[in-house]
């Protein structure tokens, strides 16, 4: 069976029955240690790795945040032992995004910077994408805003020039966030309205609860500015 027949069909189970197990899906696909080890040595991805790095955000998701950061690091400690630069490059970029989600702006820019020699060595342009975006974050919040919202633009267009969708909206944030640091409410505001279509269209939710915060915190700032403008115009 075709990697991507697997995916499609545990999609269609997970629809139907909401969750699943992984090893639910060993048993639906008959998805041995052999049959494992093939899909690596077929795709050069490591399903252990993709496993551990996505069990780490739903935990910190779910509150769960020393486990989180076990699963994170046991990610990368499986990455670093296998021979695939896939899942290696993957275990970095998800560490950064695990820092980020932290708001440890040097421990995301750190891993992001690991990961981008070697996305750009094998031709990973998702990850390059990924990674411009999050080490842009990270200098924007160490105060070098210009700097790291061209970034942020940069690997965003790079992350959709692939067709890739996944964390869209979260990447959006990302970039509003930053605008709004930068005292660039009206840019922001447009950045989240792209972000609310992206989450409407895909379905993707997680972060929908931090697109409204951030709505708010900008439309704030934008009424403020508009404010001090009225107020000057009045005192002349």
């Known amino acids: 069976m075709k ?20 090893r639910a899906l060993k048993r639906e696909f008959a998805l041995d240690d052999e049959a494992l080890a093939d899909l690596m040595a077929r795709y050069g991805v490591d399903p252990g790795v993709f496993s551990l790095t996505y069990t780490a955000l739903v935990l910190w998701h779910l509150g769960y945040l020393d486990q989180a950061r076990q699963k994170s690091e046991a990610a990368l400690t499986l990455a ?27 421990l995301t820019q750190e891993w992001a910077e690991a990961g981008i020699p070697l996305a750009r060595e094998h031709g990973f ?14 200098r924007a919040e ?17 992350y959709q020039a692939v067709g890739a969708g996944i964390c869209h909206s979260y990447y959006l944030v990302l970039l509003a966030e930053a605008y709004g640091k930068a ?19 895909s379905g993707e939710r997680f972060c929908e609860a931090e697109l409204y915060r951030l709505k708010g915190e900008l439309t704030l700032q ?3 500015i508009q404010n001090a403008k009225w107020l000057c115009c009045i005192n002349q």
């Open 183 to 201: 005292e660039q409410a009206e840019e922001g505001l447009a950045t989240l309205a792209e972000a609310l279509t992206v989450v409407d269209t």
């Open 80 to 106: 670093q032992e296998q021979s695939s630069p896939y899942s290696l490059a993957s275990a970095r970029f998800f560490a950064a995004t695990f820092h980020q989600l932290r708001r440890e702006r040097l």
């Open 3 to 22: 990697f991507s027949d697997i995916i499609d069909q545990a999609s269609t189970l997970l629809q139907r029955k909401g969750r699943i197990t992984y």
């Open 222 to 224: 934008q009424l403020k």
């Open 125 to 138: 342009p998702q990850w390059l994408g990924r990674g411009a975006i999050l080490q842009g974050w990270a």
């Open 142 to 158: 160490q105060g070098q805003s210009e700097e790291g919202m061209s970034q942020m633009r940069h690997g965003l267009a790079t």
